[in-house]
């Protein structure tokens, strides 16, 4: 069963850490993505990867950055954490240039800033 | 004006109901997805639409392109279903790879 396997699936974290958000997919996917979603926003892109060591700001990518090392591993971080990062993240993956293919999930990690 | 709209917002029905949800889009796209999230919030993947119709079980998802409109029915509802359901589009050469979505439709189905 392809799979897109994120870290934790909550955490609590202080103010001012540094917080690290891991993603592996097992597809070979060339698309990886970081959103967060909170209550009457809808998902909101934070930032993608369309290769190793590539990646695109999305919408929201002020206090975060992110890193490819690897196809399969997509982090987020937190450089310093603020409660106004509070939030539910999601990662996903997806084929590159495959148009009409689908997008796979991760299970989502809820983080707590106090 | 969002790009994607959703409508209802919220949903309750009895077990057994037929259930629409409706999703509108103001982008060019090249196809249209239907997600679901359970409490939790993992999301799955129940269609991706560029025309026509497709059906999954209970589940049918249609697309109108020139009317810019798609729509997901539950036959046969049952709480299982309860959760929320999530229109997203790609927007025709928009940002590689990346969708736009709705804010959501949070349905509850009672016994």
């Known amino acids: 069963d392809v799979k897109v396997t994120q870290s934790s699936r909550y955490l609590v974290k202080r103010t001012g850490e540094k917080v690290f958000l891991e993603c592996v997919q097992d597809m070979d996917h060339e698309n990886m993505f970081w959103y967060r979603q909170d209550p009457g926003l809808g998902l909101r892109l934070i930032y993608f990867s369309y290769d190793v060591k590539m990646k695109e700001k999305g919408d929201i990518p002020e206090g975060y950055s992110v890193s490819r090392e690897k196809k399969e591993r997509f982090s987020l971080i937190l450089e310093s954490a603020s409660t106004n990062q509070t939030s539910m993240y999601l990662c996903?993956?997806?084929?590159?240039?495959?148009?009409?293919?689908?997008?796979?999930f991760g299970s989502g990690t809820r983080l707590t800033v106090v | 004006k969002n790009e994607v709209e959703q409508s209802p917002q919220n949903l309750t029905a009895q077990e057994g109901e037929f259930i629409t949800i409706n999703c509108s889009y103001s982008v060019g796209i090249s196809a249209l997805h239907w997600l679901q999230q359970h409490p939790g919030g993992g999301i799955v993947s129940l269609f991706m639409l560029s025309s026509g119709k497709k059906k999954h079980g209970r589940l049918i998802a249609t697309i109108n392109i020139q009317e810019k409109h798609s729509s997901l029915h539950i036959t046969a509802s049952h709480p299982r279903d309860s959760a929320v359901y999530i229109c997203a589009v790609k927007n025709y050469g928009g940002s590689q790879g990346n969708l736009i979505f709705g804010k959501g439709t949070k349905l509850s189905v009672k016994p």
């Open positions: 996903a993956s997806s084929l590159m240039q495959a148009v009409n293919y689908g997008y796979t």
